[in-house]
């Protein structure tokens, strides 16, 4: 977003079943220029239980789809123009996953039960 509007919309892909990506907000707490394999950039999300971020990657068929080890995957070119953009501190939410559609707001949960109190 750029005051508050979308600037520009990336095709990237999340984690797989058996790996999701990390549901919540998070923010970016480091930027490195990691080698070719992550697409040669590097951005580290807060994350307390493990290593996560928003890389590049070497196999493009893979994006669109919940393919990865839990970070966000985007073309390589894609992820050096985000890079150069946005900086430490970035707000990043992520809400979808293999588990459904977290994130996308809430179903509003209504008793089907009277509860009588007899004296």
């Not at 080890?69 to 946005?86: F, P, Q, T, W």
Request: aromatic share 14%; with cysteine; charged share 20%.
């Amino acid at each position: 977003l750029e005051d508050g509007s979308c600037s520009k919309i990336y095709k990237c892909s999340g984690g797989k079943w058996s790996t999701p990506s990390p549901i919540g907000t998070w923010k970016i707490i480091s930027k490195d220029t990691w080698g070719e394999g992550f697409g040669g950039r590097w951005m580290g999300l807060n994350v307390p239980w493990g290593q996560f971020g928003i890389h590049g990657t070497l196999s493009p068929n893979s994006l669109g789809w919940a393919s990865s080890h839990g970070c966000i995957r985007m073309d390589n070119s894609e992820v050096a123009e985000l890079y150069s953009k946005i900086p430490i501190g970035t707000k990043v939410i992520i809400t979808d996953g293999p588990y459904g559609a977290f994130g996308k707001g809430f179903r509003y949960l209504e008793s089907r039960y009277v509860w009588l109190r007899c004296l």
